[in-house]
């Protein structure tokens, strides 16, 4: 009853809630799902009298408001821990940048490193009994976020997803200075279309190195998605989770009976989460799920903690890669495209794991706007391209061509690799490429 009386006190309009926001002040906008939508309204018609407003947040689900109210590009400024389609097309306006670092670290620059957050507003699940509110499928770094923010506006919405933890998966009451009431359908994200033929020769070549009491990680795409499908219709036994974002394949894995936990080392029984963001069969699913974990990321990609999780199956996507092994899923040449999310961080932690891999996968080839075939496997990385995994540390590679495993390869050994894999098309002139860059040997196989 006293948090209810509490709950009344701080009910505010948006319209009320966002005039504290001022000129100069940096505003964190909660993350994916979370991202606030009747305070983005009304803080949108006091752009105009605004100037110099920095805000945060990542992965964007819808286009906000307050960037498409006049003078926005000149008044506001975007800053994204890892950009959505919906921010990629936001650079062309120059108010819109990525903020690089490995998405494990990102609580930790919050509380010890990022400007101070004059403003944290973003959407939560209504108050339960004890005043939490959950972060909905967005414990990520929302703590973190709140323990650096001066004041703190919780829109709560009834649509969103109540998800349990064990640590850091919602805000208390008294820790809230204002409270928004809003409801509106939850973010939708898809899986990327429809898997083609080449995300399922893929994805076959994937599932056949995963053992019984293997425990996942699959990014967001076609080929993770793939993945998924294929483990669900498996013969594969008492599989485990852990995750940074959780995808609509695991709840097809789940419902297919596959998954247990059984076996894992920690979180046994959970399946454990950093952010989730899919269709509403998977809201539906993590609702109230005590199946079902949400954790900071910092918890969750952490290298130490994948480490201790035998049989780790890491599974991600990437732009392009060259012959020495970088490996780029982030940009095309200086085109922004994504970030560099957890990928390396699972790309470490699996490695650490006893019986772990990562798998990087692609298409060897895409057919760009003018219709002609290019690879995606290079000679050396386009100017202005993004190294997100070094390639010390790749471990396996994976096109519709084959598999091949990378670790610890000398120069000429990890070109061969590389190029038997590589759509044939583009061999020979790989070959030539590499031999000019002294990584071919003569009595490497053609």
């Not at 062309?92 to 990022?114: D, Q, V």
């Not at 789940?254 to 809201?283: N, V």
């Not at 999310?341 to 706007?369: E, M, P």
Request: some cysteine.
């Amino acid at each position: 009853m006293v948090f209810e009386e509490e709950y009344q006190k701080k009910c505010t309009t948006a319209e009320e809630a966002v005039k504290v926001v001022k000129s100069g002040d940096w505003v964190d906008f909660g993350w994916c799902t979370g991202t606030p939508v009747a305070l983005d309204h009304a803080l949108a018609e006091r752009v105009p009298e605004l100037s110099d407003v920095n805000f945060r947040g990542g992965i964007l689900l819808r286009p906000l408001e307050t960037f498409g109210a006049p003078e926005a590009n000149e008044r506001l400024t975007w800053n994204s821990w890892h950009m959505s389609g919906l921010e990629r097309k936001m650079i062309k306006n120059g108010n819109t940048f990525y903020n690089a670092l490995r998405y494990s670290e990102l609580p930790r620059y919050i509380r010890e490193h990022c400007d101070p957050i004059d403003v944290a507003m973003f959407q939560v699940s209504p108050m339960d009994s004890h005043g939490y509110f959950s972060f909905g499928p967005n414990a990520s770094h929302m703590m973190a976020v709140c323990d650096r923010a001066k004041v703190i506006i919780v829109e709560v919405n009834p649509n969103m997803p109540r998800c349990l933890g064990g640590f850091e998966e919602g805000i208390h009451i008294s820790r809230v200075d204002m409270i928004v009431e809003h409801e509106s359908p939850i973010g939708i994200l898809g899986g990327g279309g429809a898997a083609n033929e080449v995300d399922e020769a893929v994805a076959k070549l994937i599932v056949e190195e995963i053992p019984n009491r293997a425990c996942l990680q699959l990014g967001i795409g076609g080929m993770p998605n793939a993945v998924g499908s294929m483990i669900a219709k498996s013969d594969l036994e008492d599989l485990g989770v852990h995750t940074e974002m959780y995808v609509d394949a695991f709840v097809d894995i789940s419902m297919a009976g596959k998954i247990t936990g059984a076996h894992k080392s920690i979180d046994r029984g959970r399946q454990t989460f950093a952010f989730a963001a899919g269709t509403q069969k998977l809201y539906d699913f993590i609702n109230d799920n005590p199946e079902c974990m949400s954790a900071p990321v910092a918890y969750t990609n952490d290298a130490r903690t994948i480490a201790q999780i035998d049989n780790f199956i890491s599974i991600n996507n990437a732009v392009n890669l060259d012959l020495f092994g970088q490996v780029n899923s982030e940009s095309a040449g200086v085109k922004h495209i994504s970030g560099a999310g957890g990928q390396l961080d699972f790309v470490l932690g699996a490695y650490l794991s006893k019986g772990g891999k990562s798998f990087i996968c692609c298409s060897s080839s895409f057919t760009d706007k003018n219709g002609n075939l290019q690879s995606r496997i290079l000679p050396t990385l386009d100017t202005g391209s993004i190294v997100t995994d070094a390639r010390p540390n790749v471990h396996y590679i994976v096109t519709e061509y084959g598999k091949v495993c990378l670790k610890g390869l000398s120069a000429w050994q990890r070109a061969e690799a590389l190029i038997s894999v590589a759509h044939p098309q583009f061999r020979e002139e790989l070959i030539e490429q590499a031999d000019k860059m002294h990584i071919w040997k003569r009595s490497n196989k053609r």
